[in-house]
Nanobody, 123 residues
C-alpha cells in the first residue's frame, strides 16, 4: 500500500513563498505521475500541477510562472515550490500519485492520495 504524506503548509502573507513536500512510502514516483491538487471550502478539487514519469511538468494557468513542481526520486519526494502567493491560493493542498506515468489533470485518474496540508495566504 502506497502512502503519501504532505508537509510544508502554513500561513504566509501575500507575495510570500512556501514549499510543499510529498513523501511516498515506496518508490512510486520514479515510474508514475504525481500531481498536486487543491480544494477550498465550497469549491471543487482543482488541478494545480503534475510531473510525469518522463519529468514533463504541467500547471494550471493560474499558477504558471509562480509554482514549480519537481521530483527527487532518491528521496521518493515530490515538491511544489510556491512563490508570489495570492489570497486566492488559500486551500488544502493534496498530493496524488497514479499507477501509470502519463499526464492527466483529472483527479479521478490518480490512485493514491495524501491527507492534505493547509495553505493560507493573508492579504
Amino acid at each position: 500500500q502506497v502512502q503519501l504524506v504532505e508537509s510544508g503548509g502554513g500561513l504566509v502573507q501575500a507575495g510570500g513563498s512556501l514549499r510543499l513536500s510529498c513523501a511516498a512510502s515506496g518508490s512510486i514516483f520514479s515510474s508514475n505521475r504525481v500531481g498536486w491538487f487543491r480544494q477550498s471550502p465550497g469549491k471543487e478539487r482543482e488541478f494545480v500541477a503534475a510531473i510525469t514519469r518522463n519529468i514533463n511538468t504541467y500547471y494550471t494557468d493560474s499558477v504558471k510562472a509562480r509554482f514549480t513542481i519537481s521530483r527527487d526520486n532518491s528521496k521518493n519526494t515530490v515538491y511544489l515550490q510556491m512563490n508570489s502567493l495570492k489570497p486566492e491560493d488559500t486551500a488544502v493542498y493534496y498530493c496524488a500519485a497514479s499507477r501509470i506515468g502519463g499526464y492527466s489533470p483529472r483527479w479521478e485518474d490518480y490512485d493514491y492520495w495524501g491527507q492534505g496540508t493547509q495553505v493560507t495566504v493573508s492579504s
